[in-house]
């Protein structure tokens, strides 16, 4: 268990990493994006900038996976899954012609959705626990409204999307501290309800 434990702890650190990068990325090169001469630069930076977190992320969350091994199936197929969506977004976002920071917010809020799925999935299982099961509800509510954001937010000028990640990242960060130092996480792979 304490394996476990520390398996998840080294993805969120690494994604805690990744997204407080990407906010100080973004606040050093936001006053770029007002200089319409700068903008397209400044936006193909950000465009770039997620994607190598993306692929980043899920490598590590490939390789997580393979650490999890068949003795925990539901880990193993969750990461694998995760780490080729978030590979997959890294190279379309790499590879692909139409590079816009509109596109950028599609493809992240997918990833939103899916985090604020997680957590009110866990909230179900916190019964025992008030206040962890109410700050999950309420984190994974934000999370989906954030995802719906970033949907809405696709149709945006290149600076407030930019702005918007922006957000969206510290909001995530601000969610994600306090799992990184929860003592005990539960183990999902006792729960006998379907993913």
């Given at each position: 268990m304490h394996y476990e434990l520390r398996l998840h702890r080294l993805l969120l650190s690494i994604l805690i990493t990744l997204l407080t990068i990407f906010v100080f990325f973004l606040f050093y090169i936001g006053s770029n994006i007002a200089d319409e001469r700068i903008e397209a630069t400044a936006s193909l930076a950000i465009v770039l900038a997620v994607?190598?977190?993306?692929?980043?992320?899920?490598?590590?969350?490939?390789?997580?996976a393979l650490y999890f091994g068949f003795k925990h199936p539901r880990e193993l197929f969750s990461y694998l899954l995760l780490g080729l969506l978030s590979v997959s977004a890294g190279l379309y976002l790499a590879l692909?012609?139409?590079?816009?920071?509109?596109?950028?917010?599609?493809?992240?809020?997918?990833?939103?959705?899916?985090?604020?799925?997680?957590?009110?999935?866990?909230?179900?299982?916190?019964d025992k626990h008030p206040k962890q099961r109410g700050a999950l509800i309420l984190c994974g509510t934000c999370e989906l409204l954030l995802g719906a954001a970033l949907i809405w937010g696709s149709r945006l000028s290149n600076g407030h999307v930019a702005t918007l990640l922006g957000y969206v990242a510290l909001l995530t960060i601000l969610q994600l501290l306090p799992l990184l130092f929860y003592k005990r996480i539960p183990d999902l792979t006792r729960l006998e309800a379907p993913l």
């Open positions: 994607a190598t977190a993306f692929a980043y992320m899920g490598t590590a969350e490939g390789i997580v692909s012609r139409d590079q816009s920071l509109q596109i950028v917010a599609l493809i992240v809020a997918p990833h939103a959705f899916l985090f604020g799925l997680a957590e009110l999935r866990i909230a179900q299982y916190m």
